[in-house]
């Protein structure tokens, strides 16, 4: 059941409630487009993402991808398996530690993730821009508490 449709249940008359609701959904909503979208180049969203991830922080373990995406190593690990068997990334040990294993994208990864920005870009274009800058900027500071929050609860 949807993040959104659970709070609405909730509090429906609580600003809060809403807030939260409305970001859920947007999430859920943004990630089904997204997904549909990267599929025509060969990427799930959470491919896309570690890809994304790697590209950020070069020869990241799966721990540390997996504390960059805020997800468990199982599934990082899974997802890692599904990039190594398409080409798009590789694990190879540490040079100071054997047991550790670094995660780098290939030629082919790099392209994908290029590809992957495109797509990722023109889905968050036109929401942008039928928002007025300073709206956006003003719903940042309250939605960076609220997250900042859940964090810290996590």
């Known amino acids: 059941m949807a993040a959104r449709a659970i709070a609405r249940m909730i509090y ?3 600003p809060i409630t809403r807030l939260v609701g409305l970001a859920a959904g947007i999430d859920i909503k943004t990630r089904r487009i997204a997904e549909r979208a ?3 180049v060969g990427l799930t969203y959470a491919q896309f993402g570690v890809l994304a991830a790697i590209a ?3 020869g990241p373990t ?3 991808l997996a504390d960059l995406l805020e997800t468990d190593t199982n599934t990082v690990m899974v997802v ?13 040990e540490d040079a100071r530690d054997r047991r550790v294993r670094r995660i780098s994208m ?6 994908a993730l290029a590809k992957g920005r495109r797509i990722v870009e023109d889905l968050y274009r036109p929401m ?8 956006i900027q003003k719903a940042l ?7 900042a929050y859940l964090k810290e609860k996590e």
Not at 141 to 147: D, G, T
Request: charged share 35%; proline share 4%.
């Open 12 to 14: 429906t008359e609580e």
């Open 80 to 92: 890692c398996d599904s990039l190594e068997r398409k080409g798009l990334a590789a694990r190879s």
């Open 62 to 64: 799966q721990r540390e």
């Open 128 to 135: 942008a821009s039928a928002i007025p800058l300073e709206e």
């Open 141 to 147: 500071p309250a939605l960076a508490r609220v997250y």
């Open 38 to 40: 990267l599929l025509t």
């Open 56 to 58: 950020e922080r070069a």
């Open 106 to 111: 290939s030629r082919t990864g790099r392209a």
